[in-house]
């Protein structure tokens, strides 16, 4: 039998607090080339100080032993952020939404290898959702994340384009799916 997994909400302070431990789930769960570790967890830390920063932040961890995932995220701010670099038009709703303050952004979810197909995933994501008042929530995909695509489909999130947001450095900027879905008690 698995170890019970408890959800837990954690403050700003808190995630603060929990980030090196967070960083460590964050390597585990994406486990990437040998040798990308290093970078791919300062990268992580990088984005995990600015999205802790911004309105809206909220957080919820799946507490065992050990952590076993997590999940944030954090209100849009009106401007859009994230959508620049969206290709094409941006859906008339998903613009009115973005513009009312509206859109919760969905800006991380992972799951250890050995918690995972125990429905903590969606225990985390619905959590993280129910004290917010926006109406939609979105997230941007790697194309190659094939199993958070699938997951995202199988809980009625649907995409709506692709986002290639400025490339910050890189030799080639990443391309990413838009995905979203109503916030359930919203609906």
Known sequence: MAAEV???RLTRWQAEQQREAVADTY?????????????DRQAFLRRFAEDMQRPG???M????????????????ERDGEI?????????????????SGHVFVLAELMVLPAFRRRKIATRLVDQ??????????AALVEPANVPVRSALREWG????????????????PLLYEAWSRPVAHAA
């Open 157 to 172: 999130w649907a995409r709506f384009g692709d986002v290639q947001p400025d490339g910050q450095g890189t030799q080639v």
């Open 57 to 59: 932040f909220d957080m």
């Open 6 to 8: 408890f959800m837990r």
């Open 83 to 99: 959508w620049h670099g969206f290709r094409g038009g941006l859906p008339p709703g998903i613009e009115e939404s973005t513009a």
């Open 128 to 137: 993280l959702l129910i004290r917010t008042r926006a109406t939609l929530v």
């Open 27 to 39: 390597v585990e769960a994406y486990r990437r080339a040998p040798g990308e570790e290093y970078h």
């Open 61 to 76: 961890v799946a507490d065992g032993h050990d952590l076993a995932g997590c999940a944030y995220g954090y209100v849009l």
